[in-house]
């Protein structure tokens, strides 16, 4: 059964302490990895998508980056507006609309 | 730009009511969605519209039914609400298929009594 795991479910952090999260899958041929930000009481918002293995991409303070089995959002020197939940999708096939998507890390950064 | 709009964004029903929750979207988008959020559950696909004139169901489709009513508006029916129907709904377009991302909307919280 296709899963995504995302760790740790919650993640306190201090304003410039950089760290990782983690986005684990067990999906067969894999054609899309998306991460998304979550602020309490709205929509996710779409922060970027990563196709292949080995593969990277950066906005702003992230940097995301994709292997056969899982993918990192590294978050650096994080800033207390950086504080949201942090989601991560899959995508099986280019035909297929639909997304899989992982229960999320809450990060908080504290001032 | 207004992205995507759902109404109501709260509402609470007893078991056995019917509603319909809104959606619509400016984008001029071809593909439209509902989810639902659960607690350490993540977002679980509904039903979808890829196309204008299209709906297919998702994850957990039993209990809604879904209207494309036309490009813009993809609506979302309970026709008889259950206590397991308590939860965020959330409507979402993509220009394509989920190449580009998905827009969300703000979301309608819904409990069930």
């Known amino acids: 059964e296709d899963q995504v795991t995302q760790s740790p479910e919650a993640l306190r952090l201090q304003e410039g302490e950089s760290s990782s999260l983690n986005c684990s899958y067990t999906v067969s041929g894999l054609r ?12 996710p918002e779409f922060l ?6 080995g593969e990277e991409k950066e906005k702003e303070r992230l940097k ?6 899982e993918s990192f959002l590294h978050i650096t020197a994080p800033k207390p507006e950086d504080s949201a939940t942090y989601l991560c999708a899959v995508r099986k096939t280019f035909h297929d609309y639909k997304l899989s998507f992982g229960a999320g890390t809450t990060v908080t950064v504290r001032a | ?7 109501p964004k709260f509402q609470v029903l007893k078991t056995g009511q019917s509603m319909t929750l809104q959606c619509a979207q400016d984008m001029n988008h071809n593909s439209m969605y509902w989810y639902r959020q659960d607690p350490g559950m993540g977002l679980r696909l509904i039903y ?10 998702g994850e957990v489709p039993n209990g809604y039914n879904v209207s494309r009513l036309n490009k813009r ?22 220009e394509g298929g989920g190449n580009y991302g998905y827009t969300f909307g703000s979301g309608t919280r819904l409990t069930v009594v």
């Open chain 1, 32 to 43: 899309g990895l998306f991460w998304y930000r979550q602020d309490p009481g709205k929509g």
């Open chain 1, 48 to 53: 970027l998508t990563l196709y292949s293995a």
């Open chain 1, 64 to 69: 995301a980056t994709l292997t056969k089995k």
């Open chain 2, 1 to 7: 730009n207004a992205g995507v709009t759902q109404t």
């Open chain 2, 48 to 57: 979808y519209s890829a196309s204008e004139g299209t709906t297919d169901k």
């Open chain 2, 73 to 94: 508006e993809f609506s979302l029916r309970l026709e008889s609400a259950a206590p397991s129907q308590t939860s965020v709904y959330f409507c979402a377009s993509s």
